[in-house]
């Protein structure tokens, strides 16, 4: 039993950053890997960022250089840096985890939060 939500979300001008958390609580133990995905209106949900449980990241060629994705095993939670934001960045950012016993091939996140706005302005 996992929850996770996020935070950080907003309105920012293009070029400017923004910083996004997810606080898990429950079974935290029990996190693998961790994401942030987005979806934008009228656009498929896609994956922007990922990391493992021991902080090996892979990021969306749209956001790599920009964004930094990290985590806090101690305090379970997990951070989205974003800067030189654009306005192509406006979305709704959802934190997921996978189960620790999940396979690392298995594209399934079991877990996932409730979305933070993020608007970018041009």
């Known amino acids: 039993q996992v929850r996770l939500v996020e935070s950080g979300g907003g309105l920012v001008q293009a070029g400017g950053s923004l910083t996004l958390s997810c606080a898990a609580s429950?079974?935290?133990?029990?996190?693998?890997?961790m994401a942030w995905h987005r979806q934008g209106l009228g656009n498929e949900r896609e994956l922007v960022a990922r990391?493992?449980?021991?902080?090996?990241?892979n990021y969306a060629d749209s956001v790599k250089g920009r964004f930094t994705i990290s985590r806090d095993n101690a305090k379970s939670t997990l951070t989205l840096q974003m800067n030189n934001l654009k306005p192509e960045d406006t979305a709704v950012y959802y934190c997921s985890a996978k189960m620790v016993l999940r396979p690392s091939g298995d594209p399934t996140y079991d877990y996932w939060g409730q979305g933070t706005q993020v608007t970018v302005s041009s």
């Open positions: 429950g079974t935290t133990l029990g996190l693998g890997a």
């Open positions: 990391i493992s449980r021991s902080s090996i990241t």
